[in-house]
Structures are given as structure tokens and as C-alpha cells.
């Protein structure tokens, strides 16, 4: 509940116009309580990153296990990132959109997290595979997840109007474009 509100009001307002105070309002938990779970704000704020972000890691797990090739490995990631983006955009917007490390001293930029490195291991193995155009891994997998975060940024903002969910296999077929053999 109240990483739920922090991420949301982190989100709304931006981490540094963001309190204490507003995010026992808004979570209806007592200053007391957050101090007890939390040491300071960017205490809270490292909570609310690394939850977010495991849950979006054990979510894409369980999905890009039972994929067997490259192509459906990737495209289980997008579809997982779109259907976050569609269900929980709060949570979404805080992965893409916030530089975690302004504020977070030992957080690293979404590029080298967790799931982008899986990313990039499967698009390393797909060259080698023959599957995808052989070059540099690293800027293969920039290109997928470019085409896909590009396209939930402007869902977020409002600039894309349909659901990622009923356009997702377009910008998936566009995605695979840039990199496949």
C-alpha cells in the first residue's frame, strides 16, 4: 500500500516534490509506520524500484520459459511489457521514465538492469543461432526494446491512442524487423 501510493505520487510529481507527509496521505498509513519499514525517502523510493522491477522479472521469466525461439522470446518480453503498460501504467511509467539514479545512489539506469540483460542474451544467442543479423548484440537488442519502449512512452503520454495490447502485434512485427535475418 505504500509503495503502491509512493510509486504513484514518484510518477504524478516527480521524486524530489514528493514528501513524507504526501505519501502517508495518500497511503493512509501513519508517519510512524513508514519510518519503522523505511530509513529515509530514498530508502522507500530503492524499495519501490527494486519491487517494481522483480515483479516485472519474475512475470517475464515464467513467460519467456516457455518460449522456444528467439522470435517468441521477444515477443513474450513485448507482450509482457505492453500488458503492464495496460494494467498498471503507474508501475510501467516508473521503469521507463524515472532516472532512478538522480535519486537512488546505488541504482542502475534501466539499460543495464535485469531484464534488459536478458534481452540482450537473447538476441546474442539468436546471431549465434542464425536467427537474427549477425552484429553487435548490444545494439540489436537497443533496437527491439527501442521500438517497444518508444511505443509505451507515447501510449503514456497519450499520444497513441489504442491499447498496446490491440497494436502490440504491429509494433512487435516492426520490433522483429529491425534485427532478424
Known amino acids: 500500500m505504500v509503495l503502491r501510493a509512493a510509486r504513484k505520487l514518484f510518477v504524478e510529481k516527480g521524486y524530489h516534490a514528493v514528501s513524507i507527509p504526501a505519501i502517508v496521505k495518500d497511503s493512509g498509513v501513519s508517519t510512524g509506520a513508514i ?4 530509513s529515509s525517502k530514498e530508502d522507500l523510493a ?7 522491477l522483480d515483479h516485472f522479472e519474475a512475470r517475464f521469466i515464467e513467460r519467456v520459459s516457455s518460449s522456444s525461439n528467439t ?14 503498460t495496460e494494467d498498471d501504467p503507474d508501475a510501467m511509467e516508473y521503469m521507463v521514465s524515472i532516472r532512478h539514479e538522480e535519486f537512488i545512489t546505488d541504482a542502475v539506469p534501466l539499460c543495464y538492469s535485469e ?8 538476441v546474442a544467442e539468436g546471431i549465434e543461432k542464425g ?3 549477425t552484429g553487435d548484440y548490444f545494439l540489436s537488442a537497443v533496437s527491439f526494446t527501442g521500438v ?12 497513441v491512442k489504442e491499447s498496446l ?17
Open 131 to 133: 536467427e537474427l543479423k
Open 46 to 52: 530503492k524499495q519501490v524500484y527494486e519491487q517494481t
Open 71 to 84: 522470435y517468441e522470446k521477444l515477443r513474450a518480453f513485448a507482450r509482457l511489457v505492453f500488458e503492464v
Open 148 to 159: 517497444i519502449i518508444r511505443a509505451v512512452e507515447l501510449r503514456l503520454s497519450g499520444v
Open 165 to 181: 495490447l490491440e497494436v502490440g502485434d504491429e509494433l512487435i512485427t516492426n520490433a522483429w524487423a529491425t534485427i532478424k535475418v
Open 115 to 122: 531484464p534488459f540483460r536478458w534481452i540482450q542474451q537473447i
Open 35 to 38: 519510518y519503522s519499514y523505511f
